[in-house]
Nanobody
């Protein structure tokens, strides 16, 4: 059974930082591309950052220079370090594991940036 579980969300003031973590089990983690998406109220889910099995990274323009994705294949985890957070970063953040079109999603973790 595949499980993808996010953690680390919370409340933070503008300019603050958070690190999200995602663990995946039931898959051969090192062979999966991992990604973070987010969905704000009333908006479509959007890609935030991806990391391939060979560590190629891709970021949405809105988070470049502020967010950093990393993975630890020994621990089957992927992290998203977020700094200089803005109110527009407020969303539910989802982790997914993707291999050849087979995608597994987590339940999401809420990030709220408020002043």
């Amino acid at each position: 059974q595949v499980q993808v579980v996010e953690s680390g969300g919370g409340l933070v003031q503008p300019g603050g930082s958070l690190t999200l973590s995602c663990s995946a089990s039931g898959i051969r983690f090192s062979t999966y591309a991992m990604a973070w998406y987010r969905q704000a109220p009333g908006k479509q889910r959007e890609m935030v950052a991806t990391i391939s099995p060979n560590l190629n990274r891709n970021y949405a323009d809105s988070v470049k220079g502020r967010f950093a994705i990393s993975r630890d294949n020994a621990k089957n985890t992927v992290s998203l370090r977020m700094i200089s957070l803005k109110p527009e970063d407020t969303a539910v953040y989802y982790c997914n594991a993707n291999q050849h079109g087979t995608v597994y999603w987590g339940q999401g973790t809420q990030v709220t940036v408020f002043s």
